[in-house]
């Protein structure tokens, strides 16, 4: 076959097989298979570099832009919609179409109001050409690049059941992220030391504004289309048929939507998803009301802000009121200091809620928070409550303006405030509070995992003296133990047990325990491994430590800093004298298959955890690191690989199966 035909042929396969997964997550072929057909095109196109284009499957991911996004001017106003929490506010709308329409019947149709970032996409001669974020409604940055690498929309059209698209067409959705990516997502951030996100909504909108696309294409972006403007022609010509019509294009649509003809049936359809919102993997916070046929659209018009023929109802029941008793300051781990809001009780969406987070010492200066206010509380999903509104109208005539702290309020030590961050620390080691959640770190499950040693616990053991930091554990006796009223002989028996098989933990769990800044448990193993033991780690400088994957000058640094410090090195020898692991336990083979060479896994395994087998690549000399890039050697593909995968494919990283693999360890 003529390789042109054949390109052609292939994309149109790949883009269809896409379609099928990605956006009805009803795949046709199998991985292998779908692997076979991409690394063909890849092949193809190697080989004739003329024909790549834009739009081949093989070209999502994009180069880094260097200058930030480029402006773009809107080809029409991209304007919200006027909305409401209240049922007066929806049946005044219908009222207003029905007059603007002098009493002809009208319908309506009703959709999900996805809580994410507003888009709009350029496509011409079935190619997407250009995307763009809502900006201020008539200006948007150009995030064309960032919009590719979403896996469910599409480059290229190609149409399904003899629908045609216009020459040039515009398409209106929402990129969003679901919860459990979410909150995946931030637990790894956490781990890592680094700063989470308040919801998926700004960390889809945050995604959006990294410069490298290859960064946003490991975030599990998401995205849905709900709007179609033609330029030239008269299909479709309801909300409806642009619905039916952008489904038959091959972009993610949403399947809830329905027909309403009255108030009655759109407050029908708002209580079903008010209700059932929680079932949804992603956040929704309202439902979107359009009158349908585009003629009627167009004779209602706009009022100077918003178009009269729609508006969103919103969800209301997450929202309550309640007095901020007082601004309380917890201190974590790390000395960072988080206001959290002590509320009044008060129930929301079936939980009573005592506290909510503030975030940081920005928002309260932006909310102008003050203790005693009647604040405003919402919560949506599994995201926890915060503090959104203040009532002024309710303030006590004595609530004072809060002021930022200057002394920490465990020790009364300076604060420092970092460049560049919002975050207040205490930056003596010696802090107790500090000290105490270390400790509680230090026990944890992926750390050293003594059980029966929660924060409480900690907190008592602390108090009363009879630990100053983690290293004492191994100095507790029974009768100290047995002293406090909180132990029955039994339990703190236990909890000696706890400490003792705590001895054994491998060293990358030790290290982990540490609590040393940035470093989360993925790149302790990469330490412990390289390093061997804790006394190499303990003496290797910056450079040395910037060879092990993961670590950047930043984690270096902060490596370098933590050892440097007294109360670490008094930690050490401690935990030297106790007989805790300090080596790791294999000396690394060298495996000259691996050795040297850099491994992704993704996937699930079916002969080990991705654990075990990164540990097995380690101990042969080779190493794992989170992320696929150029540097990448192989990357090992089990069941249900992510976006990794996808990523490999297109930087064309050589692929192994599991058995692959395995063979490859055994070669020695
Ligand atoms: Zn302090």
Redesign the pocket.
Known sequence: MDPKQEIERLRAQIAHHDYLYYVLAKPEISDQEYDHLFKRLLELESKRPDLVTPESPTQRIGDALTDGFRPVKHPFPLVSLDNSYDETDLQAFHQRVMDGLEGRQTEYICELKFDGVAVLLKYEDGCLVQGATRGDGSQGDDITANLRTIRSLPLRIFPREHVKAEKVFFVRGEVYMNKSDFAAFNHEREAAGEKTFANPRNLSAGSLKILDPKIVADRPLQAVFYGYEHVSRSYPDSQAEALELLQKLGFPTSPHWTQAKSPDEIINFWRLWQEKRDQLPFEIDGVVVKVNQFADQRRLGMTARAPRWAMAYKFSARRAATKLERILLQ?GRS?VITPVADLEPVALGGVTIRRATLHNFDEIERLDLREGDTVFLERGGDVIPKVVEVDISLRPAHAKKFRLPTM??????ALEREEGEVAFR?T?PR?P??IKRQIEHFASRGAMDIEGLGSETVDLLVDKKLIKDAGDLFNLRLEQLTKLERFAEKSAQGLLDGIERAKKRPLDRVVFALGIRFVGEGTARNLAARMGSMQNLAQADVAALQDVPEVGPRVAQAIVDFFRSAPAQELLQKLTSAGVTLHAEKTVKHNIHLAGKTFVITGSLATMSRDQAEQLILANGGKATGTVSKKTDFIVVGQNPGSKYDKARTLNVPILTEEEFLTLIEKK
């Open positions: 201190i000395g920490c309020p465990s020790c009364g030590a205490c003596n802090d509070e500090v």
